[in-house]
């Protein structure tokens, strides 16, 4: 780890925010995403807190409010500032913001000047991915934000159409398998520690559902009858009054989407996206196929490409058997969004280079759909 | 299957009802629980919709809006009550509800006095299933709707404070185990088929929490400690307030706990009951446990005694590989609910003798609690 | 006052239930109603806590819980039952409560067979007036508890088709007028004492609105053009989804009214009935007319015929220049409500006998319907 | 009417926002405020609709998207921004707001340049009333806006402590007196015209409530005694859980409160401020005093001195008897929101210059408190 690498990461997430307003910088349109300005200050928190602090004898706090305002952990790094008020806070500044990323950075060459142990290497490497983490939630949560905004600003390409291989069906054989993370590379807790699942055989598709069978799965009445879908699914479409992906926006007999380039029209061959796990899970009882399992998806997936969409899969987000809970507040982490989560495996356009890997478990509540999502058919 | 079996079942469920006033038969306290007089005849319905209209030549309907007042099942069976408005339902009278059951069972009679095919024979086997869980759902909603009641009506004995035997610690080996249900019994589909499943070497108390293992908790601050609850299990503390299980009343220095034989003190050598499961979670990470999955249940389960309690496991409510939904109405029961449920396992003093087997798939949301549920702890 | 007109108003109580099933006395469809047992519960505990357990010397209270269970009056009287609980007391039965009644008539007895003073005939005479507000509660609460039950009970016959005259224009000349209530009959705190009020010149209609008018204005598209509306009453019309008056139900192309007596076709020479303020102030601007004040009604209600449909003014209940709030439990009657509420004048076909007068106040928040509201038009 | 005066008004809105970063424009912390960005823009599009594009042959529109994003009128003119969204609107940005106004006021010194009739006179002048309504508004949504904000930072100064005189009791003889505006100058259409109303004797405060007061009536229990509440101000009490006035914050024994210019200790001798029409009542009652009508208070105005709070009246915002609907989407202006408001007389530290008179009605919604609010008391 040099500091190279470490400043390479970092600048990214500026680089993401060349085309913004400051205005766009401050607004959160639900609770669930939050203002560019607060990711990223929030990530640079993470290295004041868990190294800067820490490690660095005689450490000067950039400001001695930030670790309230930034702070995303209750209870084990104290008080924080309640997740809904994000979008108010006007002050500090998105100028302020980037002198503290900036005051971080230099701090950090402090650190990497001197030799460090492996624990801080840890950290480091842990904030890093961090940082990538929130990478993308800075370019979906800058979507849902600016979507509600009539004029459907443009403010960053990152191809959300990508191209598609035809379908053909990959044939798994019953075995043992291994599951989950093993070697020196990172990764999280929830990844650890290879074990052994027993899968029956099975097949998957090699892409992706794309928009047009998704739309044929709309127009063949898939939004208004409840047999395709789950229970709490469909109370879903019903009170949220849901017919359609995120994004889509119909005008005159054309289906739009809204991309951070701004409105496209809707491209048939791309894979369809912005999807809740209620849409996915209908679509593929509508098709006659299923979703895989995350373990069917891990086994598989050396077979097919991936990494346009995030894909649901049939698993709830669970601890693997050798699961433990890291002691203090980096442990916070994931242990404790085990339960009522679905698992998403693979990556999206939107994923940071180099952040991928096949053993990756992504989680979100099943209704969510501001992420690039998809959907992967398997059958037995 | 003879008429008497039938007839045993059917009248279990108003035996339950000899200590009800009119009056009590009618309320609905919640969205989640049904009146008395709902459960007594919307088990009839079954009967009527799935066998005597398909299979009894020349049946009269008892009443032409029965099928739309006690149908639970949306649309493959028509229209049906709003869910939330059970309770408002004064008119059918219990008094015409018994009547119904009366015709119903006459009826029935009629069925059972002919030969009839083994389609027959599993429908009115899954009716009568059908009929055992609600009798138990009639226990636990009755218990819900009069907890609110300042009196406390004393209405049933079920023996709340079952006797626990000392806890010892089983030993279970790493291998490949079969799961699911086999052979001629009748079982729900959730059950089906037997599948293997890979275990890690884990142990398993013999037997379950006590109300005074509980207590320590309460009073070490569990309660008040984000730090052993999941993320929505802690969102559910604050926002409903939670400090104990359900029915728990402090008075005067003591604890007491309503039974629907009234207002008892707390028994300590008691299992705890009506906890939710993020409760039994919090539990178990305070404790330095953790909850079984269901699979570990399954396998360790001829090695203890179970059947007090509902026991929550750390398995999310999904499909089985083998899964597969039956055709028609009868189908819509047990897939549709596979997504953000946990399995509970075992039985409770509410369930109707002889439904138990150690198959058997219950579930329920995590913050559910007016069901016996309990906690049996397990750690690798 | 004697024990037989005492006897008589208490009486009607009971005879408004002659066709009530036991189940109709339990439900309560929503937090604004109260279930029939409770209208029949709560005016008995008036004479108890306000007469017997004050006047009657070595007086036994008939049930401990009783004060707590009917209690309508916050805080001056104690505890209470929440009010949205009041659907879930099946305890006491309604056999209990009419025994209850009984016991309070007898007891009653034993007061009127003894000399008392005048505050106990003005607190006797107090509590038949609340006996006969209840019974107009009583009927319109029955009449919502019942009407979401797709039987549409018949279960009391008040003449809900009142004839109607034609319509004629009184005229009123400007100038000073007393209004309130003066004398030696009974009348409620609010409508003390007599003032002077200015008034100009306007012309007020001899008759209510119809029904067929009223059905001009929603097919002229009343309910769609906010025009007609306040801000506040728009709102409510797009949030409750509101197109027609309560209780009006279309079915073939006519249009059906739910009266207790069940359901019958709209009858277009009857005055409209369960609107709300909202709907009377839009059905006026629509007609170019508007609603008269309260001060404007009670002066020309000499001049035409009223009582068929509570009529709402264009007045704020507000305190009269002299009123005053009577010291304890009793005096918290209307003071309180004198905010957010709109003045209605006159009485209703649901209105005890012998209980109206031209100064009396009645008040509701200007969204509810449940009352029989009619809308008399006026203009300067 | 010069473009000079015209400049200087709208001068006003702008100089207000000196001190303010580009992000404090952006915010809506809530539903019933808007941020600092809409009121300038909004303000400027009332120009545009009413005056440029109907009197300004040629005009062109500044940018086509700005009437629908800047619109505060439904249906008459059109549609409009959701008006819990206007604080996600971040693109237009604040730098082309204010290029909107300069745009507007150049377009407006072409209509100056002319001559021009009586009713666009009077339309301009509207336009500067309704902009001068708008200067309070952006005054206090920016102090609700930044009160979340713990930096609590300092971005205006108003004088909100303004001196306070002695109390002195004013008396007023019973009469009929002339209510409401008659004469030449301006005023807004609820005002007109003059007409009669009877007054019985009474006395009116000279001064207003103070801090200090205020405190009293919360040391003894005032927030916890329902008897002091009508019964709507009770219930938001407990469901708001309300302790004490807005902007009040308790720190290590000492009372602050926060002012546009930072927080500052609570002055015992200011005007309470901030507080809710049912405070307002509760306190009067508390006090033995109640609060006048907007009659009262008119006719007794000349004898005290007012405007450094804007004072609750016990009245309802109603029309007055000569009041008429202006046609077209200027008439939406005020007969909309008579219904559920209580009138306010007076002015406060935030009402611009010279926007003042005894005539004035301005009229919240009972629970509102982001006004500066002040008692008067008075008695019969």
Same mark, same amino acid.
Request: net charge negative.
């Given at each position: 780890?040099?500091?190279?690498?470490?400043?390479?990461?970092?600048?990214?997430?500026?680089?993401?925010?060349?085309?913004? &307003?400051?205005?766009?910088?401050?607004?959160?349109?639900?609770?669930?995403?939050?203002?560019?300005?607060?990711?990223?200050?929030?990530?640079?928190?993470?290295?004041?807190?868990?190294?800067?602090?820490?490690?660095?004898?005689? $450490?000067?706090?950039?400001?001695?409010?930030?670790?309230?305002?930034?702070? /995303?952990?209750?209870?084990?790094?104290?008080?924080?500032?309640?997740?809904?008020?994000?979008?108010?806070?006007?002050?500090?500044?998105?100028?302020?913001?980037?002198?503290?990323?900036?005051?971080?950075?230099?701090?950090?060459?402090?650190?990497? #000047?001197?030799?460090?142990?492996?624990?801080?290497?840890?950290?480091?490497?842990?904030?890093?991915?961090?940082?990538?983490?929130?990478?993308?939630?800075?370019?979906?949560?800058?979507?849902?934000?600016?979507?509600?905004?009539?004029?459907?600003?443009?403010?960053?390409?990152?191809?959300?159409?990508?191209?598609?291989?035809?379908?053909?069906?990959?044939?798994?054989?019953? #075995?043992?398998?291994?599951?989950?993370?093993?070697?020196?590379?990172?990764?999280?807790?929830?990844?650890?520690?290879?074990?052994?699942?027993?899968?029956?055989?099975?097949?998957?598709?090699?892409?992706?559902?794309?928009?047009?069978?998704?739309?044929?799965?709309? &127009?063949?009445?898939? $939004?208004?009858?409840?047999?395709?879908?789950?229970? #709490?699914?469909?109370?879903?479409?019903?009170? #949220?009054? !849901?017919?359609?992906?995120? $994004?889509?926006?119909?005008?005159?007999?054309?289906?739009?989407?809204?991309?951070?380039?701004?409105?496209?029209?809707?491209?048939?061959?791309?894979?369809?996206?912005?999807? /809740?796990? $209620?849409?996915?899970?209908?679509? @593929?009882?509508?098709?006659?196929?299923?979703?895989?399992?995350?373990?069917?998806?891990?086994?598989?997936?050396?077979?097919?490409?991936?990494?346009?969409?995030?894909?649901?899969?049939?698993?709830?987000?669970?601890?693997?058997?050798?699961? &433990?809970?890291?002691?203090? @507040? !980096?442990?916070?982490?994931?242990?404790?969004?085990?339960?009522?989560?679905?698992?998403?495996?693979?990556?999206?356009?939107?994923?940071?280079?180099?952040?991928?890997?096949?053993?990756?478990?992504?989680?979100?509540?099943?209704?969510?759909?501001?992420?690039?999502?998809?959907?992967?058919?398997?059958?037995?």
């Amino acid at each position: 780890m040099t500091f190279e690498n470490y400043k390479q990461i970092r600048d990214r997430s500026e680089s993401l925010c060349t085309h913004l &307003e400051t205005e766009d910088f401050v607004i959160q349109a639900a609770e669930h995403v939050s203002p560019a300005k607060w990711h990223l200050a929030h990530t640079s928190w993470f290295f004041e807190t868990f190294v800067l602090k820490k490690f660095l004898p005689d $450490y000067n706090e950039f400001h001695p409010d930030f670790s309230f305002f930034f702070n /995303s952990y209750y209870n084990a790094v104290g008080e924080r500032t309640a997740r809904n008020h994000r979008g108010l806070m006007t002050r500090p500044t998105i100028e302020e913001v980037f002198d503290y990323r900036g005051y971080i950075d230099e701090q950090m060459r402090g650190v990497f #000047d001197n030799q460090f142990s492996d624990e801080v290497d840890e950290i480091i490497t842990l904030g890093l991915n961090h940082e990538q983490q929130h990478q993308e939630l800075l370019i979906t949560d800058l979507k849902y934000n600016l979507w509600l905004n009539p004029l459907l600003p443009s403010v960053l390409n990152i191809k959300e159409y990508p191209n598609q291989s035809e379908r053909g069906w990959l044939k798994i054989k019953e #075995d043992i398998y291994p599951i989950g993370h093993e070697g020196d590379g990172f990764c999280f807790d929830n990844e650890l520690g290879s074990h052994k699942v027993y899968l029956d055989d099975f097949i998957i598709s090699s892409n992706l559902v794309t928009n047009q069978e998704y739309q044929e799965f709309i &127009e063949s009445g898939g $939004y208004r009858n409840p047999d395709y879908w789950h229970s #709490d699914g469909w109370s879903w479409v019903i009170s #949220d009054d !849901i017919k359609a992906p995120l $994004y889509w926006l119909a005008k005159e007999d054309k289906v739009f989407y809204y991309t951070l380039d701004g409105l496209k029209e809707l491209d048939p061959n791309a894979p369809v996206s912005h999807i /809740s796990f $209620y849409e996915a899970a209908a679509f @593929a009882e509508w098709s006659g196929y299923r979703l895989p399992t995350e373990f069917e998806w891990e086994v598989a997936s050396n077979k097919f490409s991936w990494g346009d969409r995030w894909e649901w899969t049939n698993s709830a987000y669970l601890p693997y058997p050798k699961f &433990e809970k890291a002691p203090g @507040a !980096i442990g916070e982490y994931n242990g404790k969004f085990m339960v009522n989560q679905m698992v998403l495996r693979g990556a999206s356009v939107a994923t940071s280079p180099g952040h991928s890997r096949n053993t990756y478990r992504n989680f979100f509540h099943p209704h969510y759909r501001w992420q690039f999502t998809g959907i992967r058919l398997c059958k037995r």
